[in-house]
């Protein structure tokens, strides 16, 4: 008596109960004891095609005011890391040579300046973001204004790094407020935030808190015994600013 050969699986299995029995076969013991004790109900598990579907990216490109405000902002950074780099580089000889103690000082805010000015240099390529027509006026007036006050001693130099350093540290502590209301907008839309934007936060943030230890250093190194320390300190804020609001234009 011969046996008829057994009914595949396939075929005495509905459709849906097929793949179930086939994903349980090759799915190892210890995921099944996970599937068994979850409590999620098949009902509400998602059917096998929902899970093979690229989800909707929920990612939104900048607005044109938003560019425009990260145009400026970066240009006005990359213009103000330049002057930085220049004025250390004017100040340190003359520091050096009458305060040696001095030197490793100069040369570390000036190697982070020099950072800051090499990142902001890539942003502005990589974007194509104009640089300030300004440049050629600001590398003058940085090299003198560095001279200048190391020339006047080393309180004046301390001075003039305590003066710039309180405008540009105020200057990124505004741009990282309206960045961090920026993701805050998206995260509360639902929007995807860039891993781009929020380099650019920690970024700033960093060089922010950089500069700022070089103000805590030019206070610990007699800034405010130069003299006249309210006018050589008021004059280059003052110069600082006016140099922001022209950069952020030009």
């Known amino acids: ?4 050969p057994p009914t595949p699986l396939k075929a005495r299995l509905s459709p849906k109960a097929f793949q179930l029995a086939v994903r349980r076969h090759h799915t190892p013991l210890h995921h099944r004891r996970a599937l068994v004790s979850s409590a999620a109900s098949p009902a509400t598990e998602p059917e096998p095609p929902s899970l ?22 970066l240009r006005v950074n990359q213009a103000g890391e330049l002057a930085a ?9 003359p520091l050096a040579k009458s305060h040696p103690h001095l030197r490793p000082l ?12 090499k990142y902001f240099n890539e942003i ?16 003058v007036a940085a090299t003198g204004l560095g001279w200048a ?28 407020r309206v960045l961090l209301r920026w993701v805050e907008d998206m995260e509360a839309k639902g929007e995807t935030v860039g891993e781009e934007l929020m380099g650019l936060v920690r ?33 280059i804020r003052a110069g600082c600013r006016g140099a922001i609001w022209v950069s952020e234009k030009v």
């Open 1 to 4: 008596m011969s046996l008829a």
């Open 52 to 73: 093979e579907q690229a989800q909707p990216s929920r990612k939104k490109p900048l607005t044109p005011e938003q560019k425009k405000f990260l145009d400026a902002a």
């Open 85 to 93: 780099t220049l004025i250390y580089t004017a100040q340190s000889p």
């Open 106 to 117: 100069m040369k570390h805010m000036y190697d982070q300046e020099a950072g800051h000015f």
């Open 124 to 139: 502005l390529a990589k974007h194509r973001i104009r640089p300030t027509v300004m440049y050629p006026l600001w590398h």
């Open 149 to 176: 006050t190391a020339v006047m001693g080393r309180e004046a130099a301390m001075a003039c790094t305590e003066a710039v350093e309180t405008e540009i540290g105020g200057h990124y502590n505004g741009q990282v």
């Open 203 to 235: 970024e700033i943030r960093k060089i922010r808190d950089e500069e700022l230890e070089h103000l805590d250093h030019a206070v610990e190194n007699d800034a405010k015994m130069a003299q006249p320390y309210e006018i050589l300190t008021g004059v």
